[in-house]
């Protein structure tokens, strides 16, 4: 058959659904092939958008996503997303084409070295030389990409290899169980937290990709530990729970900082020092932390774990639930009384009703109005830290942010993916009005789908995150705002429905109705961002954690 052929075979042999990306000449033998093919291919409007949906696929279903560029400009648009989805710990194979390899009239027109452009920025990165290659290459990517820690990988399919023909065949898919710790290292671990006077539970985004919720619960139920979570653990166990300290929005000085600077022992599940931290070490050993994860922790002059559980997260937390009883040692009588400040000041603060609304009443209400399944999506600004920090969530990926590239733009482009992966869910993407004008052209997109969105954009005419950081710093108000068009005329252009709140109270209702009618909707919220000084730099400031 023809290379491009097999191409697409060895996908379909993936169980692959959908290829995001924009096509360009180099790659028409495989857009042929795709026309034939179960493969659904989703044209976006930028490649960056491509690559976000594909990292989102991967992210909510842990099977890779798949995305697909040219040469040249169309693969230099992959670098954020490759990005993106290395640091963030989502499998996704980048494709891209390229001239011929073997014999070209074009000299170096738009031709860069896309591989090893690539390489930092993937787990894999190569260039399919021979059509014969193809079935072990793709098997391999495939592999490697969905392999702890999950990411992106990359391969170049050149416009004369696309075109050759061979007589192999796709690889058999095959599975390989994840390793096991040893039973001395849980056993260790076990005396660890039955030594420790105040163990605390900490649970990061490897929990969420790999859905432990009913064994992290189990843990709990059978310990009574109290337990908090990173912005991308957020949802791992329900966040209503009794026990439930709150999210490391910030990575010190928050009221949840009063529990971690209190505990002596921190089980740490599913981190990695790519998340911002959610809390320091220090060399006097106070603190005493138990990495447990699929691979060793990368250590760093602030994250120096004292003991290692390494492998499969659900059969070693079963395993350490099975082995540990609860200790005499332990004194959670700090924790209640912190847990009580932490809803008091974060969960059931009073907010202010006024307009332009605060963020703390656009995350209250916008949790009051959604379903309790709904998939929030997120660009990356001020908002994200309000509703990391604010915002419930109760179920596992149901709050897409990303603290680890922590790009802007990908809010919208999230938002598609996860409609794609769950249809039948309340799909609400949270944009900043900088974030979201760097990818809005992806709206078309989900026009297109005929998908039911609901974009919220949070308008403060300004890089407001930079803003907050610049006053911190004592700088003066400089260079950082900025214009708008007008988003309902804008969102209306492109075939979707435009929503604008002007005056207190009106957000809920609108979200309601954009929830109930079947449409791309978008919503401008205007934003007032003073409450950031009010309680980033005073409140926390004057908080006590002295109970």
């Not at 981190?271 to 070490?281: A, C, G, L, R, S």
């Amino acid at each position: 058959m023809k290379a491009s052929d097999l191409f697409v075979k060895c996908l379909e042999n993936e169980g692959v659904e959908y290829i995001f990306g924009i096509p360009g000449e180099e790659n028409l033998d495989l857009l042929e092939s795709l026309r034939h093919s179960s493969i659904k291919l989703i044209l976006t409007r930028h490649e960056q958008g491509a690559g976000f949906m594909a990292a989102t696929y991967g992210r909510l279903t842990g099977k890779t996503g798949v995305c697909l560029a040219t040469l040249g400009p169309g693969a230099t648009n992959f670098v954020t997303c490759a990005s993106y989805a290395l640091l963030g710990g989502m499998p996704v194979l980048f494709i891209t084409g390229q001239k011929p390899i073997k014999k070209s009239k074009q000299g170096r027109f738009q031709i860069i070295d896309v591989v090893q452009m690539m390489q930092p920025i993937t787990k894999f990165s190569k260039q399919i030389v021979d059509a014969n290659n193809i079935p072990h290459l793709l098997r391999d990517c495939f592999r490697i990409a969905a392999s702890e820690k999950p990411g992106a990988v990359h391969l170049e399919l050149p416009e004369d290899i696309a075109a050759e023909t061979t007589d192999r065949q796709p690889f058999p898919v095959t599975e390989v169980d994840a390793p096991r710790a040893s039973w001395h290292a849980i056993e260790r671990a076990v005396e660890m937290i039955e030594a420790a006077e105040r163990p605390l539970l900490l649970i990061a985004s490897g929990a969420n990709r790999n859905i432990i919720h009913e064994e992290l619960s189990a843990f709990i139920d059978a310990t009574g530990l109290y337990f908090c979570n990173t912005q991308m653990g957020k949802g791992a166990i329900d966040e209503r729970h009794a026990q439930f300290l709150g999210t490391a929005a910030l990575s010190a000085d928050d009221y949840l900082h009063c529990a971690i600077n209190r505990s002596d022992l921190i089980i740490n599940v599913g981190h990695d020092v790519t998340e911002k931290p959610p809390f320091f070490m220090d060399e006097s050993g106070r603190l005493k932390v138990i990495h447990v994860s699929f691979y060793p922790a990368q250590m760093d002059d602030i994250y120096f774990p004292q003991h290692e559980v390494i492998g499969c997260l659900r059969t070693n937390i079963q395993k350490m639930t099975k082995q540990i009883k609860k200790s005499p040692l332990w004194d959670f009588d700090y924790f209640r009384r912190i847990k009580d400040e932490i809803e008091t000041h974060i969960y059931k603060a009073k907010h202010q009703d006024c307009f332009p609304n605060t963020p703390q009443q656009i995350v209250a209400e916008i949790r009051e109005t959604v379903s309790e399944d709904a998939i929030l999506s997120f660009d990356n600004g001020m908002y994200k830290i309000w509703f990391a920090r604010n915002y419930k969530a109760y179920h596992p990926n149901t709050v897409l942010l990303d603290n680890a590239l922590a790009t802007m733009g990908a809010g919208l482009p999230v938002a598609i993916g996860a409609k794609l992966v769950c249809p039948e869910t309340q799909v609400v993407a949270i944009c900043g009005d900088g974030g979201f004008m760097m990818n809005s052209q992806e709206m078309e997109t989900a026009v297109r789908l005929k998908l039911h969105l609901v974009v919220i954009v949070l308008r403060d005419n300004a890089y407001g995150m930079i803003k907050w950081k610049q006053a911190g710093s004592g700088f003066a108000d400089f260079g950082l705002d900025f214009g708008n068009p007008d988003f309902v005329l804008y969102a209306q252009s492109y075939g979707a429905k435009g929503h604008r709140i002007t005056k207190n109270g009106e957000l809920q209702k609108i979200l309601a109705q954009c929830l109930h009618e079947p449409a791309v909707h978008l919503i401008e919220v205007p934003i007032d961002y003073s409450e950031n000084e009010r309680v980033f730099f005073k409140e926390l400031k004057e908080k006590t954690c002295l109970l």
